[in-house]
């Protein structure tokens, strides 16, 4: 095997350069071959420099330069914000103990104006208050990914869903906890 890679070695630089009278009168013709590596050492030259900068360029961002976390966290935003608005097991549990506690305290020498509330008020006002709390934390997340510099317009964009649907939430849970949408329902008399 070593033979003919010396044998072609040979071959290859006998070719490279050679005279040629008839078309550069008698001076020597770079082969093909060569022009290709000369060009392939250019375009190296330039692939190195282009990487050289984009390396100085994320290690001049940082660890923000990724935006990896705040892509994540635009999305926790959004998702603590859908969360706010539909509800969540923690606050179902919630409700359900403080029915519990409403009938225990009311069980047979409460009135029914005592009842509803603290039997569904109660409940319906803990089911809010859990729901407000993911709602604030859905804003806040979501105003953290936007106070954070040189974001991509995609997270920005998320971050700014996550911030209008917390906010909503928290109108909502808001209005729920105050009775501003719907009263507590009155006992006849």
Do not use: C
Not at 98 to 105: A, P
Not at 114 to 140: C, R
Request: proline residues 3%; negative net charge.
């Amino acid at each position: 095997m070593r033979r003919m890679d010396t044998k072609t070695t040979e071959k290859t630089e006998e070719a490279a350069v050679r005279p040629d009278s008839e078309s550069t009168g008698g001076a020597a013709v770079t082969d093909g071959a060569d022009l290709t590596a000369e060009r392939g050492a250019d375009r190296d030259a330039e692939g190195d420099d282009e990487s050289a900068r984009d390396e100085a360029a994320v290690v001049a961002a940082g660890p923000e330069g990724t935006g990896v976390g705040a892509a994540a966290a635009a999305v926790v935003s959004a998702a603590l914000s859908v969360v706010a608005l539909t509800g969540t097991w923690t606050g179902r549990v919630v409700a359900e103990r403080e029915t519990l506690v409403g009938q225990i305290k009311t069980s047979g020498t409460g009135t029914p104006a005592q009842q509803i509330s603290e039997i569904y008020g109660d409940a319906w006002h803990s089911t809010a208050l859990v729901n407000g709390v993911f709602a604030l934390l859905a804003v806040l997340v979501a105003v953290l990914v936007l106070a954070l510099p040189r974001r991509p317009l995609r997270v920005r964009a998320i971050a700014v869903a996550g911030a209008v649907l917390g906010g909503l939430g928290l109108l909502l849970s808001a209005g729920t906890y105050f009775d501003l949408f719907l009263s507590l329902p009155t006992a006849g008399s």
